[in-house]
């Protein structure tokens, strides 16, 4: 593992933690998705909770009526690219290209945000220089969202197939998560329905993890907020990228 990269002042900033007491930024990939969308809309509403979705531009043409209604709702949406490709730093201009196509169907639901919080699938270019150039050629403000903890719910999907099964994986990662001291301030990462793993299991995975979630970060005392994008940060961000690997909770 390198701890540091350089470039000749081509990174964008990359968001990791947030800077609101008492809250941690829920984020999901892979949305929207019918079956599981409006439960995690509901399951935020009851909790107060809001949350970032960064979503794939097939589902979304495929749903826009999810895309209005988590605008509706409040909660913050982003492009994921289009079809959950992994880009490599040769591909930069099919991930410029995905990503502006993902964007023209968001745009019709919310105005493109003046700070994009980019996330490409997989992470895919947060440590490419070359990815983080193309990225401004999409948007001329970009910030990568990455995050301080995940729970690996796809594995959890493509492990597991019955419902007993899925919700006592989903009990045990979430009491793992909640041994984290350091959750205050963090950036969860979750999917929606994980668009790699098979589908049935995939959205149960979804509905059963989050109340849980939810409830333990509130007996924790922590909120959950939508992802904002950080003010500026230092000119020599541009210059130096500092690997700082998240926490992530895989099912046992």
Not at 206 to 232: D, H, M, Q
Request: glycine residues 6%.
């Amino acid at each position: 593992m390198i701890p540091f990269r350089l470039s000749l002042g081509q990174w964008s900033p990359v968001t990791r933690r947030i800077d609101e007491p008492g809250a941690i930024a829920i984020t999901f990939d892979d949305g929207p998705d019918p079956e599981s969308t409006p439960h995690l809309m509901s399951a935020l509403e009851q909790a107060g909770a809001h949350a970032t979705f960064f979503v794939c531009g097939v589902r979304v043409e495929q749903h826009p009526e999810l895309i209005a209604a988590l605008v509706a709702a409040g909660h913050a949406v982003y492009a994921h690219g289009w079809d959950h490709h992994l880009y490599r730093a040769g591909e930069a201009d099919a991930a410029v290209a995905a990503m502006a196509r993902t964007e023209a169907l968001l745009a019709r639901h919310r105005p493109t945000p003046a700070t994009y919080l980019l996330r490409l699938p997989y992470n895919a270019g947060l440590k490419s220089a070359a990815i983080h150039r193309a990225m401004r050629r999409f948007h001329p403000d970009v910030q990568f969202a990455w995050w301080s903890h995940a729970i690996a719910d796809y594995q959890i999907a493509g492990r597991l197939q019955s419902e007993a099964e899925i919700r006592q994986a989903c009990a045990e990662t979430t009491a793992r998560l909640m041994r984290c001291d350091d959750l205050e301030g963090g950036i969860l990462l979750l999917h929606d329905a994980a668009i790699t793993e098979p589908q049935p299991s995939a959205v149960l995975a979804t509905r059963l993890l989050l109340p849980g979630v939810l409830a333990a970060l509130k007996e924790r005392g922590l909120r959950g907020v939508s992802l904002k994008p950080r003010a500026k940060t230092s000119s020599a961000a541009r210059y130096i990228f500092r690997s700082v690997e998240p926490v992530t909770i895989r099912p046992l």
